[in-house]
Every structure is written in C-alpha cells, then in structure tokens.
C-alpha cells in the first residue's frame, strides 16, 4: 500500500500538471461582458494569474488592486455601486489586460430546479413566445446560461455558461435554434422579465438547472454540514482519481467556453453539448452547476424542483440545508428563496410503480409550505391554472404564469412593491352541524371559481381519515363543506391531490392554495368570560394550565370569584378585579400542574392594610400589604401536585382613602413560579439590563406619534407613500435643534401598523404598509449628525377586544389562540429594522399591550388565562444590531409585566417625588430597579389625528417647563415632551417658540 506521504505527492503532482500556467490573468466564465453586476453590494470580481502577480480591477470609477495567493487565485470587492443602465467597460489588468464591454449595474437572481425550470423559451407556447419575441431589442434584460450540465465529485472553479441578452436568444428562438431542454429557462425569462418592466433597472437571472435531478444533487457542503444531512463523499483512496477528472473537465470547460464565444460573436448557437464523466457524490450537480458561480453576488433564488423528490419524507430538511447552504456560499444572510408548488400531474401515468395519489403534496408540497413559515426569506407560489386539463404532461408549456407569480414575491418581498403576491391560503376550518367552514388569508377583493362552478376538489373525513368528496360553496370569504358520508367531519382537505386542477381563487385571479388540515370542532364548554357593554359575565372558569419554566400569572377573572369582588375593565380588557366592599372575599382557580413541584406565590396588589392568604392542597401562606400603590407581595411557596390544583385566595379587603378619593382593594393576578425558575428570570433580566448614563442626564427629549393618522393643517390625508414622501425632513431636524432637546422618541408604528421604511418582514404579511422613502434611516442619521439620540415608539396593535388595526393583526396571526406567530412576525420586524440602523438607534418603548386574557376577535378564548408575550425574546429581537439599545414596556399596563426591560415608560408622569429614586432609579415598587422617565402631552392629545383642525394651545407655560426640567435634571430622570404633528412634519407655532424659549432658559445639556 502507499503511504500516506507517497499519497500526498501524487496529489500535488496531479494538481500542478492539471493547473494551466497563470502568466496571463484569466477570469471566471460567470464574469464577463454583457454580466450584470449586483446593486449595493459589494460584488466579488475574482480571477487566476501568476501567484504573486499583482492584479488592478477598474470599474465605474473604482480601482482595486490585490495579488494573486499561492494557488493563483485573486478577488477584489467592489464598493457597493448604484443601478446604472450604462453600458461600462471593466479593466482586469496583471501581466496581461482583459476589457470586459457592456457591463451594466441592477438586480442578479440565480433560477435553479430540475426540468420545469429547465424547460426552455424554444419549448413554450405561440403566444408566449410572441410576447418573448416582442422583446430582442431589450438590453437590459441579460441571462447567464449555464448550457451544458456538468457534475463533478469536486467543486469546480470554472463553470460551461456564458452571458446574452435578448437579442440573442430571442433571435436563436426564432430560428428555431433552441430546443425544449436547452439553455434560456422559460421560467426564469418571464421572471427577470416582470422584474426589468417593474423596476425598470438592468435585471440578470442565472441559469443553472437540469432537468431530472434531486434536490439532494444541489446542496451545498454547507447546507449538509448545517442539517448533519450524510454527505456522500469521495473517499481518500479516490481522491487523486477525482482531482485528475476535474482537471479534465476544466479542460473541456476551457475549450468549449473557446467554441461557445466565437457563437456568440458571429450570433450563432451556442450548442450546449458536453459530454462529462459523472459524479458519484451526494451534491455533484451543485459542484458543477453552483459552485462555479460562488461568490458571484445575488439578490436571491428562484427554486422550481420537486417531481424527482415526490415521495421524499425529508423534503424539508432538504430544503433548510441547501437554502441554509446556498445562503452562506452566496454571502446573503436569510436569502430570498422563492418556490414553484407543482403542477397538477398524473405520477401514476409514468414508469413510477406504487405512487400515492397525494405524494407530491404529503412530501413536496408540504414541505414547501413549512418552509414559506419557517425559514426566513421562503415563500411559495402554486400554478394548477397551467395545465390546462393536461394532468399527463409533466411539463406544462404555459411558463409565464410561473414566472411572473416568483416575480411578484420578489417585487413585494424584497423591493417594497404593494401589489398582490399571492393567492388565499387556508387559515382555520372549524365544524357545526355537520359542515366545515373554511376561512382563508390574503384574499383580494373576494372568493370566486374560475369557471363559475362550486368549488372544486373539497374532501372531507370523520375519525377513520377515510376522505369522501364534499359539496362546497362559497359564503363571503369562506368557503362551506360538507358531505351526508360524515356527519361528524373531523378533517378536511383541498386539492390535495396530484391531478387537482382546483377552480377557487379571489377576484384577482390567484388560485387558492392546496391545504390539508384538521377541523377544529365547535367548543363544548361556554366562553369563560364574555365582554359586552363594559361588563364583565363570568361563565364556568378555566383549566390554567402551568409552565414551570416561566413566571405564570393567573388572572382573577379566570377564577371562581365569590359575590364580593368583581372585574374592572378598561378599555375593553379585563385587566383587575376590585372588592365591592371592605371585608371578606375569594377567589378560586383550577390550575393544571405538569409534575409534583413547589411554587412561590406572588400577588400583584393595591390596597395598603389589605390582608391575603393563599392555600392549596391543606397548605397556606399569608402576607398582609403594607405599602402604597401596585406592588407584588409575596406570600410565600405551596406544593402543587401533578394534576388538578385548586388554588384558593381568601382576602381581608381595607379601602385606602387619600384626600377625597377612596380606593379600594385591587387585584391583578396571582404569580406561581417555580423558586429556582423565578431566580434564573431575574438574574439574567438584571444581567442584561441598560442603565445608560446618556439617558440618566438627557433633560428632555421630544416625542411625536406621527403615522399614517396623522392629518394635514387642511384637506384630506395623503396615502401613505405619498405623506412620507412629502414629509419635511429639513423642517423636521430644525425643530429638533432649535429646542434643545437630546433624543427624540419617534413613531415607527401608533396603533396602526404603517412604517415609514421599507421592511420586508412587514411587507410578507400585509401590503401596502411600507414606504419605499426610507425616512426612518434618513431620520436617524440627521439625528446623529446633530449629537441627538433616536428611540422608536412602537404600538404592535394588539389590544384584545379593541383594536385599531385588525388587518394587520389578523395577517400577522393576532386572532389566533396561540399568539406564537404573532410574535414572531413582531420579533423579524424588530429584527429587520434593529440591524439596519445598528447604533443609530438608541432605544425603543413599547406600547399595544403585552399582557392580556388569551382572547381573540371572533369572542371565543384559548382558556389558557393571561396572555404574556414572549417578552425575553422580543427584548432581544429589539436589541439586534446593538446590545446596548433601551428598552421599555408601557407602564400603564398594571402591574409591571416583565423585567426584560430597561426603563418606566412614564406615560403621563411630569416627574417624581425624592423618596422614590435613587440616582434616578426606583427604589422600590414595581419599577424597581427602573431608570425612571416621564413622558406627558404639551397640547390636547399623543397625535393630531383631527382633520380641518388646528393644534391645541400648549398646556404649560416656560416657567412650569423650566422648573420640571431642572428637577428632572437634579434627580438624573429624563422627560418627554410630546408634541403633536402635522401631516408634513410641521408643529404648532407657539409650541416651537415655547421649546426654543425652554432651550435658552435651561441650556442644551
């Protein structure tokens, strides 16, 4: 046998015959004339020359050097450029020059798959063709087609493709030329297409597909590593073998790039044959199809593949591990992923023995839609109006449909369009009498068929999951199904099948999508609780069931309460409960325990002198409340058995008189934490918290709740995009100066979910509520430029019964029971927005309620108590970007809801006594530990949302300001001033001269 050493020399051996000298700089076939370079980054441009040899790239005013590495390898990175329509030159010079022509700046998309996607312009129908055609003189249209398919055992560094535009291959289709399977995807012209004509900037799409391959074929080293998916790879023993063939096929590569040029230049066809060994490792197709064309920068992905993987049960983990891996290869964090949903097809009409009349949707399809909820930067498009009846066709010939749809995503996604990306998809079925409602989102201006028929292709199954067809109609924006066969239907179905031809979709034309799912039946116990009139009818209380990993809070209004205390609402939400009178009363709660465990009790308390015992299982624990105002008094832990739990509160209510206002004893939930579990919260909440000294010694900021309510000094509101547009920055950063103010707490939302951003997390789940104007951005850095600090007021709307805002919430997953998807659409908003403006933004104060009963807008109730968001995880979401970024939690809302928080919200507070701060934090209370802040209103109200109506007078005069400002200033406390706001950005004339006199009377600080 060889050593390991013999091994080793072979190796170098191999590799230095099979490596062309490098005199001459060479480049990569991905990089060059006619290429399309990535707007607003920075784009790799990377080549092969001497090693050592110093290597110049210039380009759009930009000269870059670097020297080629010991294996002859160099790249440079351009500075990020702007879009440009210009047809430039780029100069590679080393020991020899390389002039690459017409060379333009826009959006690059790589369009990948198997057949479907490689499925050519030569193949699609007349009409499409004809509108194909009516493009030749298009310019700014460019593909990079990778003709020949190539796979290798190893990463190749140079690929088989070359780049046009269209008055290539649309010239080649005329003549003929291009057949069905060639290169120029169908798929991916319609798409770069829709996106040129949209943007109108230079769009180029990659091309690399091959018809037939498994998606395995295509992941990334990577993307295997990352999902520990095995990775078949070439063994020790074979690796001189393997590295002799990729020389090999560079060679071939070389030649056939050599041929594929003088095509090109005398406008022939460029023949896409090229015959290669094959490779016999997991990912070949990806070594030679992808890797390539690494680091070429991109925008995203479209992805049509599936049919080759129609029984696949990991399908999903596969398409985690090669967008995880193409998405770290490409260098674009949470890549734009967008996929095809298969074309209804009869599987059983091809050679594939024992296929399932649902496999493509159990495997593929599925999977598709799991990914579009979980992997960031995946979303789905479906296209069964392709096939026109045509079921046995594998290959439907309408490709426009598909294209235009994936470009759509992208137009909405990732460049802020507001227009419709989607068609309904199935959002909740529930069952009475018999039939089946189905409710669906993202429908546009109604349900209807596309033949004017009943819908189509609804089954429906009772406990035995044996599906029979169901009449369905359409009522309003749902749809009603039903069948004599089940008249208990415990799960339904649509199209889910690999022929459904489904005819619903909305009155814009996007059919629905294919769902699978169980019906949730009709509730059999009564709401515990109802709102009607500002009162409050309980009903039979819930079972709450326990986590013992959290702090759970028990909301009175969910227990037994005894005649004597009642519920409070404000503002619809059941927030306390309130002894009617001084004396004795109770309240009872059944509590679900997963396991035999000790629990600290706690109560969120008003009512100085009152007296509390908790008991449960012949145990108790009392305390007696010996302070002013909402504070939590612990009473003390109780062992819970696994199981049913009574727990009983029995107070001793006093009513707490001071001046001429009598209050009496209030409750606003009774905490059960397991002792270590609470421990662990607290500490690594008092780990992570901000005190900033900036914040402690500001004085006085300015707050403005300006959104899409906001109205102008006369007239109408402007839509969205044309207020932001229209707003006066300029005027804006004067205000801001000539006040003196330190910081400024800004609207990025008020109750209604509007940005004056662009954000594509907001814009995947409602349109229409972004701007293109990133006015935020620019705020933050005129801001800056003035030493002036930034935090974002953020209103995520949701406010149990009362809402301003339903669309959003409903998009956003706010009337759901299980408030999980809500929250994680706050947390990638909060996310998306924290890393774009890094240390530019300095804090954010959070308002709309993050503690309520678990309640939704249809009346009914998840039953699982109080709601309380995630707010350990929101608090980091809001802190990406910046570790040291503020947060607060609206302090209105009793008690204190979370210590994953920085500083009081101070809503309405002017200031605060001595006795209650120290060095500007709360001594105690529930703001303990708090930095201290208030926040008033100097004219009528938060915002002018009146129209035809002028700014209120302010409410103070210099002299009160100045007196309020100073304290704050003694005692380390920063106040808020909140002005309300014009349309345009302007404010109240006499409020502006009243700051500018408190600037001078105060000093900026």
Same mark, same amino acid.
């Given at each position: 046998?060889?050593?390991?050493?013999?091994?080793?020399?072979?190796?170098?051996?191999?590799?230095?015959?099979?490596?062309?000298?490098?005199?001459?700089?060479?480049?990569?076939?991905?990089?060059?004339?006619?290429?399309?370079?990535?707007?607003?980054?920075?784009?790799?441009?990377?080549?092969?020359?001497?090693?050592?040899?110093?290597?110049?790239?210039?380009?759009?005013?930009?000269?870059?050097?670097?020297?080629?590495?010991?294996?002859?390898?160099?790249?440079?990175?351009?500075?990020?450029?702007?879009?440009?329509?210009?047809?430039?030159?780029?100069?590679?010079?080393?020991?020899?020059?390389?002039?690459?022509?017409?060379?333009?700046?826009?959006?690059?998309?790589?369009?990948?798959?198997?057949?479907?996607?490689?499925?050519?312009?030569? #193949?699609?129908?007349?009409?499409?063709?004809?509108?194909?055609?009516?493009?030749?003189?298009?310019?700014?249209?460019?593909?990079?087609?990778?003709?020949?398919?190539?796979?290798?055992?190893?990463?190749?560094?140079?690929?088989?493709?070359?780049?046009?535009? +269209?008055?290539?291959?649309?010239?080649?289709?005329?003549?003929?030329?291009?057949?069905?399977?060639?290169?120029?995807?169908?798929?991916?012209?319609?798409?770069?297409?829709?996106?040129?004509?949209?943007?109108?900037?230079?769009?180029?799409?990659?091309?690399?597909?091959?018809?037939?391959?498994?998606?395995?074929?295509?992941?990334?080293?990577?993307?295997?590593?990352?999902?520990?998916?095995?990775?078949?790879?070439?063994?020790?023993?074979?690796?001189?073998?393997?590295?002799?063939?990729?020389?090999?096929?560079?060679?071939?590569?070389?030649?056939?790039?050599?041929?594929?040029?003088? =095509?090109?230049?005398?406008?022939?066809?460029?023949?896409?044959?090229?015959?290669?060994?094959?490779?016999?490792?997991?990912?070949?197709?990806?070594?030679?199809?992808?890797?390539?064309?690494?680091?070429?920068?991109?925008?995203?992905?479209?992805?049509?593949?599936?049919?080759?993987?129609?029984?696949?049960?990991?399908?999903?983990?596969?398409?985690?591990?090669?967008?995880?891996?193409?998405?770290?290869?490409?260098?674009?964090?949470?890549?734009?992923?967008?996929?095809?949903?298969?074309?209804?097809?009869?599987?059983?009409?091809?050679?594939?023995?024992?296929?399932?009349?649902?496999?493509?949707?159990?495997?593929?399809?599925?999977?598709?839609?799991?990914?579009?909820?979980?992997?960031?930067?995946?979303?789905?498009?479906?296209?069964?109006?392709?096939?026109?009846?045509?079921?046995?066709?594998?290959?439907?010939?309408?490709?426009?449909?598909?294209?235009?749809?994936?470009?759509?995503?992208?137009?909405?996604?990732?460049?802020?369009?507001?227009?419709?990306?989607?068609?309904?998809?199935?959002?909740?079925?529930?069952?009475?009498?018999?039939?089946?409602?189905?409710?669906?989102?993202?429908?546009?201006?109604?349900?209807?068929?596309?033949?004017?028929?009943?819908?189509?292709?609804?089954?429906?199954?009772?406990?035995?999951?044996?599906?029979?067809?169901?009449?369905?109609?359409?009522?309003?924006?749902?749809?009603?199904?039903?069948?004599?066969?089940?008249?208990?239907?415990?799960?339904?179905?649509?199209?889910?099948?690999?022929?459904?031809?489904?005819?619903?979709?909305?009155?814009?034309?996007?059919?629905?999508?294919?769902?699978?799912?169980?019906? =949730?039946?009709?509730?059999?116990?009564?709401?515990?609780?109802?709102?009607?009139?500002?009162?409050?009818?309980?009903?039979?209380?819930?079972?709450?069931?326990?986590?013992?990993?959290?702090?759970? @809070?028990?909301?009175?209004?969910?227990?037994?309460?005894?005649?004597?205390?009642?519920?409070?609402?404000?503002?619809?939400?059941?927030?306390?409960?309130?002894?009617?009178?001084?004396?004795?009363?109770?309240?009872?709660?059944?509590?679900?325990?997963?396991?035999?465990?000790?629990?600290?009790?706690?109560? =969120?308390?008003?009512?100085?002198?009152?007296?509390?015992?908790?008991?449960?299982?012949?145990?108790?624990?009392?305390?007696?409340?010996?302070?002013?105002?909402?504070?939590?008094?612990?009473?003390?832990?109780?062992?819970?058995?696994?199981?049913?739990?009574?727990?009983?509160?029995?107070?001793?209510?006093?009513?707490?008189?001071?001046?001429?206002?009598?209050?009496?004893?209030?409750?606003?939930?009774?905490?059960?934490?397991?002792?270590?579990?609470?421990?662990?919260?607290?500490?690594?909440?008092?780990?992570?918290?901000?005190?900033?000294?900036?914040?402690?010694?500001?004085?006085?900021?300015?707050?403005?709740?300006?959104?899409?309510?906001?109205?102008?000094?006369?007239?109408?509101?402007?839509?969205?995009?044309?207020?932001?547009?229209?707003?006066?920055?300029?005027?804006?950063?004067?205000?801001?100066?000539?006040?003196?103010?330190?910081?400024?707490?800004?609207?990025?939302?008020?109750?209604?979910?509007?940005?004056?951003?662009?954000?594509?997390?907001?814009?995947?789940?409602?349109?229409?509520?972004?701007?293109?104007?990133?006015?935020?951005?620019? @705020?933050?850095?005129?801001?800056?430029?003035?030493?002036?600090?930034?935090?974002?007021?953020?209103?995520?709307?949701?406010? +149990?019964?009362?809402?301003?805002?339903?669309?959003?919430?409903?998009?956003?997953?706010?009337?759901?029971?299980?408030?999980?998807?809500?929250?994680?659409?706050?947390?990638?908003?909060?996310?998306?927005?924290?890393?774009?403006?890094?240390?530019?933004?300095?804090?954010?104060?959070?308002?709309?309620?993050?503690?309520?009963?678990? +309640?939704?807008?249809?009346?009914?109730?998840?039953?699982?108590?109080?709601?309380?968001?995630?707010?350990?995880?929101?608090?980091?979401?809001?802190?990406?970007?910046?570790?040291?970024?503020?947060?607060?939690?609206?302090?209105?809302?009793?008690?204190?809801?979370?210590?994953?928080?920085?500083?009081?919200? #101070?809503?309405?507070?002017?200031?605060?006594?001595?006795?209650?701060?120290?060095?500007?934090?709360?001594?105690?209370?529930?703001?303990?530990?708090?930095?201290?802040? #208030?926040?008033?209103?100097?004219?009528?109200?938060?915002?002018?949302?009146?129209?035809?109506?002028?700014?209120?007078?302010?409410?103070?005069?210099?002299?009160?300001?100045?007196?309020?400002?100073?304290?704050?200033?003694?005692?380390?406390?920063?106040? =808020?001033?909140?002005?309300?706001?014009?349309?345009?950005?302007?404010?109240?004339?006499?409020?502006?001269?009243?700051?500018?006199?408190?600037?001078?009377?105060?000093?900026?600080?």
């Amino acid at each position: 046998m060889r050593s390991k050493l013999q091994l080793f020399l072979i190796l170098v051996f191999v590799i230095a015959l099979a490596l062309p000298a490098r005199a001459d700089v060479s480049l990569p076939a991905i990089v060059d004339s006619k290429m399309v370079l990535q707007s607003g980054t920075k784009a790799p441009i990377w080549g092969w020359a001497e090693p050592g040899e110093v290597v110049t790239v210039s380009f759009a005013g930009q000269t870059k050097k670097t020297t080629a590495a010991a294996n002859g390898k160099w790249m440079i990175k351009l500075d990020p450029l702007a879009v440009s329509a210009q047809p430039r030159t780029m100069a590679i010079q080393a020991n020899n020059e390389i002039t690459l022509n017409d060379v333009l700046v826009g959006e690059v998309w790589l369009a990948s798959g198997q057949s479907n996607m490689e499925f050519s312009i030569g #193949g699609i129908v007349a009409e499409e063709k004809a509108l194909a055609a009516a493009e030749i003189d298009n310019k700014l249209l460019r593909m990079f087609c990778h003709g020949p398919k190539v796979s290798s055992a190893l990463p190749l560094p140079d690929g088989a493709g070359y780049w046009s535009d +269209c008055s290539y291959f649309v010239e080649q289709m005329q003549a003929g030329n291009i057949r069905v399977y060639d290169s120029h995807s169908a798929v991916a012209f319609f798409f770069g297409l829709k996106l040129q004509q949209e943007l109108q900037v230079p769009v180029a799409v990659i091309d690399s597909s091959w018809g037939g391959t498994k998606i395995e074929s295509w992941i990334a080293d990577e993307g295997y590593e990352m999902e520990a998916l095995a990775l078949r790879k070439v063994a020790a023993k074979d690796e001189a073998t393997a590295i002799a063939q990729r020389e090999e096929l560079a060679a071939k590569i070389q030649k056939w790039r050599a041929a594929a040029r003088e =095509s090109l230049e005398s406008h022939k066809f460029v023949s896409p044959n090229l015959k290669t060994p094959q490779s016999r490792g997991s990912n070949g197709i990806y070594n030679g199809m992808v890797a390539p064309l690494v680091p070429f920068s991109i925008k995203g992905v479209v992805w049509y593949q599936g049919e080759s993987n129609n029984r696949s049960k990991d399908y999903f983990q596969k398409l985690k591990a090669l967008t995880g891996g193409w998405s770290k290869v490409f260098d674009v964090p949470d890549i734009p992923f967008y996929l095809v949903q298969m074309a209804p097809y009869n599987y059983a009409h091809s050679k594939t023995k024992n296929i399932s009349q649902q496999s493509i949707y159990d495997s593929v399809v599925n999977a598709q839609y799991k990914a579009a909820k979980e992997i960031k930067g995946c979303d789905v498009i479906t296209i069964p109006d392709t096939v026109f009846g045509n079921v046995n066709n594998v290959h439907p010939p309408h490709k426009k449909t598909a294209g235009d749809r994936l470009a759509a995503l992208a137009l909405h996604h990732d460049y802020g369009k507001p227009i419709i990306c989607s068609g309904p998809r199935f959002e909740t079925a529930s069952a009475k009498a018999g039939s089946v409602t189905v409710t669906f989102d993202r429908i546009d201006q109604g349900l209807e068929t596309a033949d004017g028929e009943a819908p189509n292709w609804f089954e429906v199954a009772g406990v035995d999951k044996k599906f029979v067809g169901a009449d369905a109609t359409i009522k309003g924006d749902t749809v009603i199904a039903s069948s004599p066969e089940v008249p208990e239907p415990m799960y339904i179905r649509m199209a889910w099948n690999n022929i459904a031809e489904q005819n619903l979709r909305d009155k814009n034309g996007w059919p629905a999508f294919s769902f699978n799912a169980d019906v =949730s039946q009709e509730a059999k116990k009564i709401n515990p609780y109802a709102v009607t009139a500002n009162k409050v009818t309980l009903a039979e209380p819930a079972v709450l069931k326990l986590d013992p990993d959290v702090i759970n @809070m028990l909301a009175p209004s969910l227990g037994e309460l005894s005649p004597d205390i009642q519920p409070v609402v404000k503002n619809y939400m059941v927030l306390w409960c309130e002894a009617k009178k001084d004396g004795p009363c109770q309240i009872q709660w059944t509590v679900q325990a997963p396991a035999d465990g000790k629990y600290e009790v706690s109560a =969120s308390v008003e009512g100085k002198g009152s007296r509390l015992v908790a008991s449960c299982n012949d145990q108790q624990q009392e305390a007696t409340v010996t302070q002013n105002g909402w504070h939590r008094l612990v009473l003390g832990s109780l062992n819970l058995k696994a199981g049913q739990n009574k727990v009983r509160l029995d107070i001793d209510s006093v009513s707490v008189t001071t001046g001429n206002r009598t209050k009496r004893f209030l409750i606003s939930a009774i905490e059960l934490a397991q002792p270590a579990a609470k421990e662990a919260i607290v500490k690594e909440a008092a780990a992570g918290q901000q005190q900033p000294d900036w914040f402690k010694d500001a004085g006085y900021g300015l707050m403005f709740q300006w959104t899409n309510r906001a109205t102008p000094v006369k007239g109408p509101i402007k839509p969205w995009e044309e207020k932001v547009n229209d707003f006066d920055l300029d005027q804006f950063i004067q205000l801001v100066d000539d006040s003196g103010a330190s910081y400024v707490i800004w609207s990025a939302t008020w109750g209604n979910q509007y940005i004056s951003a662009p954000v594509k997390s907001l814009d995947k789940i409602i349109s229409g509520r972004t701007t293109s104007r990133d006015l935020l951005g620019e @705020m933050a850095d005129r801001l800056r430029e003035k030493d002036v600090k930034l935090i974002f007021y953020y209103h995520y709307g949701y406010e +149990c019964y009362h809402s301003q805002d339903k669309a959003w919430l409903e998009a956003a997953g706010g009337h759901q029971a299980d408030k999980s998807q809500l929250y994680e659409n706050l947390q990638g908003i909060l996310t998306e927005l924290g890393d774009r403006y890094g240390d530019k933004l300095d804090g954010w104060w959070f308002d709309g309620g993050a503690r309520y009963l678990n +309640c939704h807008f249809d009346g009914s109730s998840g039953a699982e108590g109080i709601l309380t968001a995630p707010l350990k995880s929101i608090t980091a979401a809001a802190r990406s970007g910046n570790p040291t970024r503020m947060v607060a939690y609206n302090s209105w809302i009793k008690p204190k809801i979370t210590r994953f928080q920085d500083y009081y919200g #101070g809503e309405g507070r002017t200031g605060f006594s001595p006795r209650e701060l120290s060095d500007g934090i709360f001594k105690s209370g529930r703001q303990q530990g708090l930095q201290a802040h #208030g926040c008033f209103i100097l004219e009528k109200r938060w915002g002018h949302i009146d129209l035809n109506t002028p700014i209120a007078k302010p409410k103070y005069s210099l002299e009160q300001l100045t007196r309020l400002v100073k304290r704050s200033r003694q005692a380390r406390y920063p106040l =808020s001033i909140n002005l309300e706001m014009y349309e345009d950005g302007s404010v109240s004339p006499a409020s502006a001269a009243l700051l500018k006199e408190l600037k001078a009377a105060v000093g900026k600080k």
